[in-house]
């Protein structure tokens, strides 16, 4: 139920995107994307969001979720012209392995 896509450029890794997929709701999480900085604005991203929409149709999940930061607003465009929607807001939400420091705090 999870899978790991890797876009290759040039024989160079340039973008990464994880899905797992999650039975007791029927459901994907798209995660981990990240595309080379060098590279951004090429398509590469939506490319890498495509593929985990056909991996959930493919494999007959209800539906694709994920979460991000307010602070990536080039990546909430990107989701939406994908097709996914806002629906709601976690305050002080920690990602795995945050220790909530002071430093993260300031920037998550």
């Given amino acids: 139920g999870s899978c790991f ?3 290759v ?3 160079n890794v340039v973008g990464i995107v994880a899905a797992r997929g999650n039975e007791e ?3 994907v999480e798209l995660r981990r994307m990240s595309v080379d900085s060098n590279y951004r604005g090429k398509g590469i ?3 890498l969001g495509r593929k985990v929409l056909e991996f959930a149709m493919l494999n007959n999940y ?3 979720v994920l979460g991000t930061t ?3 607003m080039a990546a ?3 989701y939406e012209s994908l097709g996914f929607k806002h629906v709601g807001v976690v305050e002080h939400y920690a990602l795995p392995g945050m ?3 002071l430093l993260e705090r300031m920037f998550f």
């Fill in 25 to 27: 709701d029927n459901t």
């Fill in 76 to 78: 909430h465009k990107l």
């Fill in 5 to 7: 896509w890797v876009a």
């Fill in 9 to 11: 450029l040039d024989g």
């Fill in 62 to 64: 209800s539906s694709v």
């Fill in 70 to 72: 307010a602070v990536k």
């Fill in 45 to 47: 991203a939506k490319a």
């Fill in 99 to 101: 220790t909530r420091s």
